[in-house]
């Protein structure tokens, strides 16, 4: 993510009003904070990279062949941008949302945590912020059914019965072009974000940003000292409360394309220090970092604290670890974006194992059985948490 790119547009194009509204989800708590987990799964970014989601719940045993819930009691946690830069993201969301339901009744848990990206959909700037964030077949795939029917029609004529124009283009050139055309118009654009926030705003805007199992904190990009101050039910909270709000203008019918509501800025929504956009424990040299880290782990009484957002393509378990142990990176660009390994992070009574990185064995296939004891570590003995 182009983080100048995106203020720009934050905070002189976009700029929002948040009322003083009671929140949606205020009469229902949302757990935030789970103990007593033997195992935990964690997978990051995905980016629309369906191949990899489901090769990565295979070879870890998260799911069956028939692409079930496996994994019983354990819990699976997926760390956000699902959405963007791959073709796919709807298929994620849809299995995501399945297995959601099959975990509870096996008595395990799925959690999916909201990610940059899933932000910039939600509230509506995805096409200001950088248009080639959203692939045709992404852009393709949220449209409204009716209205991608109609489009298709209208394509398959202009197929049969080129323009003078079009004349000596290749098929795949007009359809590109085609699709390309509608993807730059904002009537089109908001279409696509209702079309997107009216199937899978509800469920998206319910999740956490942020959750602690045992005593590690999973969160996209990270949480710096500001915001560990809050706590993450308040960090939570605010960013159901100012989403929704943002949800509400977007429905406005006042709004005929692109979203441009309000006057004051969010707290959290955007903010380039917020838990979704935070990048310096992946960034910032860790001895400059090292007494700060210390404080936010002390302050959510946690142990360890893992993230995702700044893609680290590793080439074994240590490239994913800094600050001892205490911090871990789960981004390794497993989307065809960027090209990394398909990786999961695997906790397992305390101990993280790695699955995908740094055995030939585990990069790119669908194992039977996975060893814990050995699974992408190098070596025997698994890393305890906070080491």
């Not at 045993?61 to 699976?76: M, S």
Request: charged share 30%.
């Amino acid at each position: 993510m182009h983080h100048a790119a995106i203020r720009r547009v934050l905070f002189f194009i976009l700029p929002f009003a948040f009322l003083v509204l009671p929140l949606d989800l205020s009469s229902e708590e949302i757990p935030w904070e789970w103990s007593g987990v033997d195992k935990i799964i964690v997978i990051g970014d995905l980016h629309g990279d369906y191949e990899s989601f489901i090769r990565i719940l295979k070879g870890t045993e998260v799911i069956d062949p028939d692409l079930h819930w496996a994994a019983g009691k354990a819990h699976f946690v997926q760390m956000g941008d699902i959405m963007d830069r791959g073709d796919d993201a709807r298929k994620i969301l849809d299995d995501l949302m399945r297995l959601e339901k099959e975990a509870a009744a096996a008595g395990g848990m799925v959690h999916v945590l909201l990610g940059n990206h899933e932000e910039l959909n939600l509230t509506g700037i995805v096409f200001s912020s950088n248009l080639d964030y959203v692939t045709l077949d992404q852009f393709i795939k949220f449209l409204p059914d009716g209205y991608r029917k109609k489009q298709e029609e209208a394509l398959t004529k202009k197929l049969l019965k080129p323009s003078a124009r079009d004349r000596g283009k290749s098929p795949r050139t007009v359809i590109d072009e085609f699709w390309k055309a509608l993807r730059i118009n904002p009537s089109v654009q908001r279409l696509y974000l209702l079309n997107f926030n009216e199937q899978y705003g509800p469920w998206l805007r319910r999740l956490n940003v942020a959750i602690k199992i045992n005593d590690i904190v999973f969160v996209h990009g990270g949480i710096g000292e500001k915001y560990s101050k809050w706590g993450l039910k308040e960090i939570n909270d605010r960013y159901r409360s100012e989403l929704a709000t943002i949800w509400r203008e977007f429905q406005s019918p006042n709004l005929q394309s692109s979203f441009r509501p309000g006057n004051l800025p969010p707290s959290i929504v955007y903010r380039g220090d917020s838990p979704l956009w935070y990048r310096e424990l992946a960034r910032v040299p860790e001895e400059d970092l090292e007494e700060e880290l210390d404080m936010i782990l002390e302050t959510l009484a946690a142990k360890a604290m893992v993230i995702a957002h700044t893609p680290r393509i590793p080439s074994s378990p240590k490239d994913m670890q800094r600050f001892g142990g205490r911090v871990w990176i789960v981004d390794t660009g497993i989307s065809r974006a960027y090209g990394g390994p398909a990786s999961a992070l695997i906790i397992l009574d305390g101990y993280f194992n790695v699955w995908g990185v740094g055995d030939e064995n585990d990069k790119r296939d669908d194992r039977a059985r996975l060893d814990l004891r050995r699974a992408g570590t190098g070596h025997p003995d698994p890393v305890p948490a906070g080491r």
